[in-house]
């Protein structure tokens, strides 16, 4: 079953379109949640939501964002470059 989802645009989708339809989701053997997503504009990736509270997305254009859930997160662009808060 996959289900779409309209996003604005934000610091995590690392798209401007960021519409996408979760094609699959699930629980790893970690108990960590994650969905694999395919945008409408081109391109898929994946949101993991940890059990420690912490979250990550893969994003179709090769950038991610890390969260830790304790208030410090990283963002690293396609090319590598990251930036930390």
Not at 12 to 26: E, I, P, Q, R
Request: aromatic share 12%.
């Amino acid at each position: 079953m996959s289900s779409t989802n309209n996003n604005n645009a934000n610091a995590t989708s690392g798209s401007k379109d960021s519409s996408y339809t979760v094609t699959s989701s699930g629980t790893n053997s970690q108990g960590n949640n994650y969905d694999h997503r395919e945008y409408s504009s081109g391109g898929s990736g994946y949101h993991y939501s940890n059990s420690d509270g912490s979250y990550y997305y893969s994003n179709q254009n090769g950038s991610t964002y890390y969260n830790d859930g304790k208030g410090s997160s990283t963002y690293t662009t396609s090319s590598g470059h990251q930036v930390k808060k």
